[in-house]
T-cell receptor, first 114, second 110 residues
Framework: GNSVTQMEGPVTLSEEAFLTINCTYTATGYPSLFWYVQYPGEGLQLLLKATKADDKGSNKGFEATYRKETTSFHLEKGSVQVSDSAVYFC?????????????FGTGTLLAVQP | NAGVTQTPKFQVLKTGQSMTLQCAQDMNHEYMSWYRQDPGMGLRLIHYSVGAGITDQGEVPNGYNVSRSTTEDFPLRLLSAAPSQTSVYFC?????????FGSGTQLSVL
């Protein structure tokens, strides 16, 4: 079956530090991969996506590359800000069914200190 | 332009009580869904609907009922609340990865 595994948090960093949040997946076929972000008190928002192997998704300074050989989709940012403090979810979606359902990871809390 | 509106934001119930979590969207999306979010378990799909009059079960449907009489509304009913249903509930609309989430309902069942 399909599943997503994320590194456990919380991840605590100082402002301007480099961020990596690991995500690996198990899936049949060729899924699309996503990162969602949940700011305090809000619902999830799509942060970035990649739809095929070697694609790089990017948004707001965050990047993730779809690595089929290692079944990974790690989230990175070169210099985090306090405003990046949130919970980050990795997710996958296999298209082709009548109702496509996202499979979410468990989420990783990022806390950025000034 | 409210997007997805969930009410209430917080609720405390006693075991065995019933309640309805409301969800309304003004985006004219056919697809709506309910998730629960629990520590260490991410988001899990409870029920979903592909349009008015059509609902189906997700990953964790037991203990919950839904109906979809209009495109705009998709209420989630707990008929007899249990402590295991203590969670944060999110309603979403949209399709595939293009989901728009409400701000959530934090439910505690004592």
């Amino acid at each position: 079956g399909n599943s997503v595994t994320q590194m456990e948090g919380p991840v605590t960093l100082s402002e301007e530090a480099f961020l990596t949040i690991n995500c690996t997946y198990t899936a049949t076929g060729y899924p699309s991969l996503f990162w969602y972000v949940q700011y305090p008190g809000e619902g999830l928002q799509l942060l970035l996506k990649a739809t095929k192997a070697d694609d790089k998704g990017s948004n707001k300074g965050f990047e993730a590359t779809y690595r089929k050989e290692t079944t990974s989709f790690h989230l990175e940012k070169g210099s985090v800000q306090v405003s990046d403090s949130a919970v980050y979810f990795c997710a996958l979606l296999n298209y082709g069914g009548a109702t496509n359902k996202l499979i979410f990871g468990t989420g990783t809390l990022l806390a950025v200190q000034p | 332009n409210a997007g997805v509106t969930q009410t209430p934001k917080f609720q405390v119930l006693k075991t065995g009580q019933s309640m309805t979590l409301q969800c309304a969207q003004d985006m004219n999306h056919e697809y709506m869904s309910w998730y629960r979010q629990d520590p260490g378990m991410g988001l899990r799909l409870i029920h979903y609907s592909v349009g008015a009059g059509i609902t189906d079960q997700g990953e964790v449907p037991n203990g919950y009922n839904v109906s979809r009489s209009t495109t705009e509304d998709f209420p989630l009913r707990l008929l007899s609340a249990a402590p295991s249903q203590t969670s944060v509930y999110f309603c979403a609309t949209g399709l595939n990865e293009k989901l728009f989430f409400g701000s959530g309902t934090q439910l505690s069942v004592l």
